[in-house]
């Protein structure tokens, strides 16, 4: 299980294949499982995949803070420099999507191009609070889906939706039905600082987007929860072409990974 110190933290990461280097960035309370099961096989035909544990997550070490898309895009930063990759493709899920666009936004000559999956970014994070966001229903109803009712009080609740969601099974992929591995979830939602963290903004505004001029291809499923986002990311992205993924929720890696792949 190979580990390299980077910014202060270990990270586990696994790099794959021969050529043009490509580093791939998964999701909130995700590892980097998600890019194995289908897209990294394909994608290591042509490329050099790396592929790493966010801090907190998977195999890397649980530090108390640094779980801020800025904190996190200088862990990318410390990580390239340690192994040697002067410049990538980034590809990004979910979170994993804002930390590779605050990474190009502050280091764009390590950046050859950008594929950022279903960014949410902290800049719009009120608009998923609101408690009518359509996200709140879509992750009920993967709840009661599974069996599990959410009382009518507890369903714009983060905390307890999130810790709700650890008890049932995976909802997506070919690991869908199998148990998850709680307890390592738990603990870094209740003994870190990263809920908090996920909603600094800091460098990464709405308007600073315009200021990203890497090219990137920005994709959507056509019924994600996240929708929202879309228009505000592809307004402010100045080289941006944008893909709607048919039929495709939010979490395309496991859901649409042969198409992603295409792309």
């Known amino acids: 299980m190979p580990k390299i110190q980077a910014n202060g933290a270990l990270f ?40 790493y544990d966010l801090r907190g997550h998977g195999y890397s070490e649980v530090t108390p803070t640094g779980y801020s898309a800025g904190e996190m895009a200088q862990d990318l930063l410390c990580l390239l420099d340690q192994l040697g990759i002067q410049k990538a493709v980034l590809v990004g899920h979910s979170f994993g999507a804002d930390i590779a666009l605050y990474f190009a936004l502050k280091h764009p000559e390590r950046v050859s191009k950008l594929i950022a999956m279903e960014p949410g970014l902290a800049a719009l994070v009120s608009d998923r609070k609101d408690k009518d966001w359509v996200g709140w229903s879509a992750w009920v109803a993967k709840l009661e889906e599974v069996g599990i009712h959410v009382p009518e009080d507890k369903r714009t609740d983060l905390d307890y939706l999130l810790t709700l969601s650890l008890e049932t099974p995976k909802f997506y992929g070919p690991a869908r039905g199998l148990p998850r591995n709680r307890e390592p979830l738990l603990n870094l939602l209740r003994k870190t600082s990263i809920i908090k963290d996920y909603e600094e903004v800091g460098e990464l505004t709405l308007e600073a987007l315009g200021r990203i001029t890497t090219p990137t291809m920005l994709i959507y499923g056509e019924q994600s929860h996240f929708m929202s986002s879309c228009e505000p990311v592809r307004r402010g992205l100045p080289n941006c072409e944008l893909v709607l993924l048919p039929g495709g929720e939010h979490f395309g890696p496991l859901e649409q990974p042969e198409l992603l792949t295409q792309h």
């Open 12 to 51: 586990h990461y696994i790099a794959l294949g021969e050529g043009p280097d490509v580093v791939m960035l998964h999701g909130f309370l995700g590892n980097l499982a998600v890019w194995h099961l289908s897209m990294v096989p394909q994608l290591r035909r042509e490329f050099r995949v790396t592929t």
